[in-house]
């Protein structure tokens, strides 16, 4: 269980990580909080020629409020997000969902950027961006681009980035008054990956629900919006005889494969579970 | 051939300066290189706990970081903080309600717990018990440890309700 060996930079400026990057030919791979990437080094599922080590590039981290969009920096740590206040009063779901996360050393080194870049079917952060419809902000020696969640998580640990690519930080909408969100996890022990989860968001209007999102996550081979399901909902009412018919319509949207969690059937009942839960949880939430 | 970096850091409160591998990991560079083994080694892919210590400040995967990530930190092992004192109520808790038998994944846990100490919060059972979800131990049952964990919480808080000093 050790790594193979590898050649290792440690840039201190986004230009000169890009630049180690460009010149990679795909070759380098880069090393955030490590808590998914050392793993896969000892077990040799990666074997990078070149790690780079961006945990000294300042200008990734950090997380700052501009007009109605909190903007993370792709090295800030799981830790200082729970430790955020703009995050507890503007990005209330992501607030929910980090104690779910892991253990606490995991949430002491690992990134929202890594989580983000590996994009794990199963994992909180990826289908907490696309509840909220975050865009991911990718930079390359070319120059930034903005990609929306809905277009970024492509497959199984697969996203839009390009290899000569960092995603440098993540911009979320701020919650605004009268929206409320929900989150829900099956996990078989605190902080272990989700067997199934749901995170949503909604407008609540006179005791109505619109604008309903919810992304279902360790349903599917990445982080899919549940949209006929929600639509459902926003047709039937909240009643949970409503939910639970609404549920009914879940796979429309995900299709869970068999796998170590359990078959097809069985995920697929738990993905009916959560997004009830986490919809309930969202109501809940609104009777103060 | 591997490639070797210099690095300085500070090891439990002293300088050191080594020549490391680069894709050494940090307890195998503290077992191997200086001689401490307190840091154990479990699973080497970040799912036992057994490697935690402290960097800046904060518990950290000694599996799941590389010797050379270390440059220029502050790491504290188990050795450490027996040293220091910083948590000797809570040892002798662990060896007053038997919170260890083999003792492999002791110096992990008490890591672990010395973050959730150092919070100076008041926790229950449950929230004891979801701090600890990373640190696996295949002999107490748990109970144990968070009989003693519980225990050295309480104590330290009523003596900083009494001192006023906030738990520390
Ligand atoms: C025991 C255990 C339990 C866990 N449980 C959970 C859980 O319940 N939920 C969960 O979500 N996660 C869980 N994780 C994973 C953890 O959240 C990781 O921290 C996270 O997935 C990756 O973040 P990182 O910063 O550690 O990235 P790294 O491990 O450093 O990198 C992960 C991948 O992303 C790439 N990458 C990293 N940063 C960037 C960037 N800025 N730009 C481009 N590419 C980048 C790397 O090259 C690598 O391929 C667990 C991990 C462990 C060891
Ligand atoms: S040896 Fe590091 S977590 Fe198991
Ligand atoms: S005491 Fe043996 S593993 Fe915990």
Known sequence: ?288 | MDEFVDISLTLNGRPVRRRVPVRQHLVDFLRTELGLTGSHVGCEHGVCGACTLRVDGRAARGCLMLAVQADGCSVETIEGLTESGEIADLQEAFVARNALQCGFCTPGVLITAAELLGRGQPMDRAAIRAFMSGNYCRCTGYQAIVDAIEATLRARLERAASTGDGGR
């Open chain 1, 1 to 288: 269980m050790k790594a193979p060996s590898f050649r290792y930079v440690r840039p201190t400026s986004l230009e000169e990580a890009l630049d180690v990057l460009a010149q990679a030919d795909g070759q380098a791979q880069i090393l955030a909080g490590g808590q998914s990437l050392m793993p896969m080094l000892a077990m040799r599922i990666a074997a990078p020629e070149i790690l780079v080590d961006i945990n000294r590039i300042p200008e990734l981290a950090g997380i700052t409020l501009e007009n109605d969009l909190v903007r993370i920096g792709a090295l800030t740590r799981y830790v200082e997000l729970e430790k955020s206040s703009v995050v507890a009063e503007h990005l209330p779901l992501i607030a929910r969902a980090l104690p779910h996360v892991a253990h606490v050393a995991i949430r002491n080194r690992g990134t929202i950027g890594g989580s983000l870049s590996l994009a794990d079917p199963a994992a909180e952060m990826p289908a907490c961006a696309l509840a909220l419809g975050a865009e991911i902000e990718l930079v390359s020696k070319s120059g930034v681009r903005s990609v929306g969640a809905e277009d970024y998580f492509l497959g199984l640990y697969e996203t839009a980035r390009q290899p000569d690519e960092i995603l440098a930080a993540v911009r979320f909408p701020a919650a605004r008054s009268g929206s409320a969100c929900g989150f829900y996890e099956l996990s078989r022990r605190h902080g272990d990956f989700a067997l199934a989860g749901a995170a949503c968001t909604a407008r609540v209007e006179g005791g109505a629900l619109k604008d309903l999102r919810v992304a279902m996550f360790g349903c599917d081979d990445r982080p899919v919006l549940a949209k006929k399901a929600a639509a459902e909902v926003e047709r039937r009412g909240t009643s949970p005889e409503a939910l639970a018919a609404a549920a009914e319509v879940l796979a429309e949207d995900v299709a869970p494969t068999d796998n170590v969690n359990g078959d097809a059937e069985t995920r697929l009942h738990y993905a009916k579970v959560v997004f009830r839960r986490a919809v309930a949880m969202l109501l809940e939430s609104t009777r103060g």
